[in-house]
């Protein structure tokens, strides 16, 4: 209790706060780091402190008994001079801020594609790759079976055609004139 008291948080101090969370048995410690926007009831046995981080373009705010048993351990990562008691205008500050950057990032976001996005289009890749190399080899198979069956088949279609073609023929040769110009 003491040392939570000797550490001094401030608004405007950046912390990281490691809470003890109980599920279905197992105890893990969860970290939440942001910047400390207000302190209330001094240093009184129901003395709290207000976190707030943004995560994910989404502002959350966490309100932390000072003294309570389930925080393990409180640590300040950044200490900052400022000029009021409470920081709730950040908040706005903070909205404005990220409103501006998510017109910037949705122009990045529509000229890139994620890593699942590229993983996926190269896996579609080398599977249509994979499909159209034995596709090519079925019908390398298909034509070497032609080809083993139409020797006999091309025998009769050559003997067919030098028939025709002696037919077409004509049995007398053709004179053709031609007129030359002075």
Known sequence: MEDRKALGIKPGDTVKVH??????????????EGLVLARKHGDEPGA?????KVSSGIGVEKIYP???PLIEKIEIVKRAKVRRAKLYYIREKVAR??????RRMSLVSMATESETDATSRIDAEVKAAEEASTVAEAEVLNEEEIVEDTPVVEVATETAKSETVAEEAPAEPVEVEVEKKD
């Open 19 to 32: 809470q003890k969370i109980v599920d279905k048995g197992k105890t893990r410690f969860q970290i939440f």
């Open 48 to 52: 709290t402190f207000t976190v707030r």
């Open 66 to 68: 000072l003294y309570s």
């Open 97 to 102: 801020e990220i409103k501006r950057q998510m």
